[in-house]
Each structure stands twice: as structure tokens, then as C-alpha cells.
């Protein structure tokens, strides 16, 4: 009976958390896409803008412009090729996802931020709740996962074997395993996707899953390259179980 309800619950928390996370991600989506569209089209403009009088701008002009052209980016548009872009959102619903995760496991990469008052508030709140609710559901599936290490050790113990040797083995398999399944398997997935080398894929994958975050290598995120629609939300997912597995380390 209690292995039947510690499922139950663990079914509930990992519902209730990905609920949490779809919940967020639409209302960001809510509140910043028409700000960034207008954003958007007003850097569309000023290249348009540009585009008609660089000929003969005076340097405090082209200055102003260069400033202009500086925040635009900052704020993650980029006023390259043609109109067709300001459609693209970074806060459709998959970019809006990715980002209410990279905000409860506190990677923040800060390419993609509230820019909006009620964002900013709500990402406040969302936080709040939402970094507490992450540990309790990485500690949930770290658990799971040591359930799963558990079992291993009893199957090599009931073989004969000594349970330091057990411990050591154990420990080295969950290790080998995961550095294969988080690092570097999906650097060659970032190989292939971004066009970044090997070892920026292998850089990114352990600045995300430490959480440090730098942002300098974020994902989907090139203006000239076409990405399959849900790549953001696979990394998402990604990262969360890579999370989970540095979790089980540090239990180990």
C-alpha cells in the first residue's frame, strides 16, 4: 500500500509540475508577445529607416542608430533579412516553455527575459514557487532513480559480489551512463543543430546542466538556421532529466 500511494504521489508531482510549467509558459507567452512584436516591427522600421538615408547621416545620427541597433539585440531581435521574421516569436509557446524551465532550475540564461512590468512581476512569482517545487520534483525522480541503483546493487550482491565493490560499481555506472546520455550524446545533437564544434556542445550541455548559465551558447536561437518545431521543448525536457541525474550524483 505505501509503494502504491508513493507512486500516486510521485504521479501527482510530476503532473502537477509540468502543469506548473505549461500554466507559466502560456502566460508569459500572454503578457510579452505583442510587446516583442512591436519591438520588432519598430527595429524593422529603423533599418528601413537607415536603409534610405545612410548616404548622407551625420556621426551623432549614425550613433544613435548603432545604440539603437545595440538594444535591439540585446533584447534578442535581430533586424537581419526580411519582414517574414517578426512573426517568428520568442515567446511562442515552446520558446515560452523553455524559458519558464530555465527559470524554476535557476539556469537563467538571460537571452530571453521579461520586458513587460506584469512579466517581470509574474516571473517573480513564478520563481518563487516554482525553484522549491523543482527541488522537490528532482529530489522525487533522484529518488526514483536511486530506487533503480538500488536494484542493481541487490541483483550484483545476490551474484556474489562485495558490497564496497557494489557501491564503487554502482556509482561508476550511473556515472559513465550519464556523461554518455546528457554530455555527450546530445553535444552531438547540438553538433548537428546549432553547427556549433563538439566541444562547444559539450561547454554548453555542462554550463546548462550545472546551471551556471552563461548564455553565450543558447539553443535555437540563430536568425539564419530552420529548426524542427518542438527542438526547444526536447531540450527543455533534457535538461530537466539532466538535472535530475546530477541530483542522483550528489545523493550517491
Not at 508577445?33 to 524593422?44: D, F, L, S, Y
Not at 553538433?191 to 554548453?204: A, K, L, M, P
Request: proline content about 2%; aromatic content about 16%.
Amino acid at each position: 500500500k505505501a509503494m502504491c500511494s508513493s507512486k500516486l504521489q510521485t504521479g501527482l508531482l510530476v503532473a502537477g509540475y509540468f502543469v506548473y510549467l505549461l500554466v507559466g509558459a502560456a502566460v508569459f507567452q500572454a503578457l510579452e508577445r505583442t510587446a516583442e512584436k512591436q519591438e520588432k516591427i519598430a527595429a524593422a522600421q529603423m533599418k528601413e529607416a537607415f536603409l534610405q538615408n545612410f548616404t548622407h547621416l551625420t556621426v551623432a545620427e549614425m550613433e544613435q542608430f548603432m545604440k539603437h541597433l545595440t538594444e535591439a539585440i540585446q533584447n534578442g531581435v535581430y533586424p537581419v533579412g526580411n519582414v517574414s521574421q517578426i512573426e517568428d516569436s520568442n515567446w511562442d509557446f515552446s520558446n515560452s516553455f523553455f524559458f519558464a524551465g530555465t527559470v524554476v532550475s535557476t539556469i537563467g540564461y538571460g537571452t530571453v527575459r521579461p520586458k513587460t512590468a506584469g512579466g517581470q512581476i509574474f516571473c517573480v512569482f513564478f520563481a518563487l514557487f516554482g525553484i522549491p517545487l523543482n527541488i522537490v520534483f528532482l529530489h522525487r525522480v533522484g529518488k526514483m532513480l536511486s530506487l533503480l541503483c538500488k536494484k542493481l546493487g541487490k541483483f550484483l550482491y545476490e551474484k556474489g559480489m562485495r558490497k564496497k565493490k557494489i557501491k564503487s560499481l554502482t556509482l561508476l555506472f550511473f556515472l559513465a551512463t550519464g556523461i554518455l546520455v546528457f554530455l555527450c550524446l546530445p553535444s552531438v545533437f547540438f553538433q548537428i543543430t546549432e553547427g556549433w564544434s563538439y566541444s562547444e556542445g559539450i561547454y554548453f550541455a555542462f554550463i546548462t546542466l550545472s546551471t551556471i548559465g552563461f548564455g553565450d551558447y543558447v539553443v535555437g536561437k540563430q536568425p539564419d538556421r530552420n529548426y524542427f518545431s518542438y527542438y526547444r521543448t526536447l531540450v527543455a525536457i533534457w535538461i530537466l532529466f539532466g538535472l535530475a541525474w546530477i541530483a542522483l550524483l550528489f545523493n550517491l
